[in-house]
T-cell receptor, first 114, second 113 residues
Framework: DTAVSQTPKYLVTQMGNDKSIKCEQN?????MYWYKQDSKKFLKIMFSYNNKELIINETVPNRFSPKSPDKAHLNLHINSLELGDSAVYFCASSPLFGSYNEQFFGPGTRLTVL | QQQVKQSPQSLIVQKGGISIINCAYE??????FPWYQQFPGKGPALLIAIRPDVSEKKEGRFTISFNKSAKQFSLHIMDSQPGDSATYFC????????????FGTGTRLKVLA
């Protein structure tokens, strides 16, 4: 029944490792997003996909690579993890690509890089 | 121009009181202003939203006041309850092709019983 789900919920890893976070939405939405929330709770968009096409690609290090195998899934792969990557990562989706659409957020993945 | 400034950073209100959170923006192209509520350990969820063609929108105890000329908008929570204790984010979005949200820095609200 979960609308937007993310796995894993917690991820603890060493510097230099590569990790992935998976996101799935069962709402039938066209658009999906990745956000990063830092320790001060600041929420910033990283990527957005609309119908599997990359729409928003903020100034994110190219160690971060999103992949959308289909409209319902948007995964985030992170190479060579750094201490500064520690944060909570949220996946979100919205019905259509447009300004007035509500974004539905997943429960978040807390990434800790040691 | 991309910033949305939010204040206060934290707010403590007695049960039954009014909570007021303010946001200001610079880009006049913004045309959608949602407020999101986030409980600890959860993702943000839409609380209420407004477009710039109206000056106020009310849903239950939650009201957005919008001042287009001042480029400011605020969230008022009437009869605040302990269950309202959460972090609140304002956001702004604009029709520039990406429609991305620019979030404010968040306000941590604590309502005392």
């Amino acid at each position: 029944d979960t609308a937007v789900s993310q796995t894993p919920k917690y991820l603890v890893t060493q510097m230099g490792n590569d990790k992935s976070i998976k996101c799935e939405q069962n709402l039938g939405h066209d658009t999906m997003y990745w956000y990063k929330q830092d320790s001060k709770k600041f929420l910033k968009i990283m990527f957005s996909y609309n119908n599997k096409e990359l729409i928003i690609n903020e100034t994110v290090p190219n160690r971060f690579s999103p992949k959308s195998p289909d409209k319902a899934h948007l995964n985030l792969h992170i190479n060579s993890l750094e201490l500064g990557d520690s944060a909570v990562y949220f996946c979100a989706s919205s019905p259509l690509f447009g300004s007035y659409n509500e974004q539905f957020f997943g429960p978040g993945t807390r990434l800790t890089v040691l | 121009q991309q910033q949305v400034k939010q204040s206060p950073q934290s707010l403590i209100v007695q049960k039954g009181g009014i909570s007021i959170i303010n946001c200001a923006y610079e880009n006049t192209a913004f045309d959608y202003f949602p407020w999101y509520q986030q409980f600890p350990g959860k993702g943000p969820a839409l609380l209420i939203a407004i477009r710039p063609d109206v000056s106020e929108k009310k849903e239950g105890r939650f009201t957005i006041s919008f001042n287009k000329s001042a480029k400011q908008f605020s969230l008022h929570i009437m009869d605040s309850q302990p269950g309202d204790s959460a972090t609140y984010f304002c956001a702004a979005s604009y029709t520039s092709g990406t429609y991305k949200y620019i979030f404010g820095t968040g306000t941590r609200l604590k309502v005392l019983a």
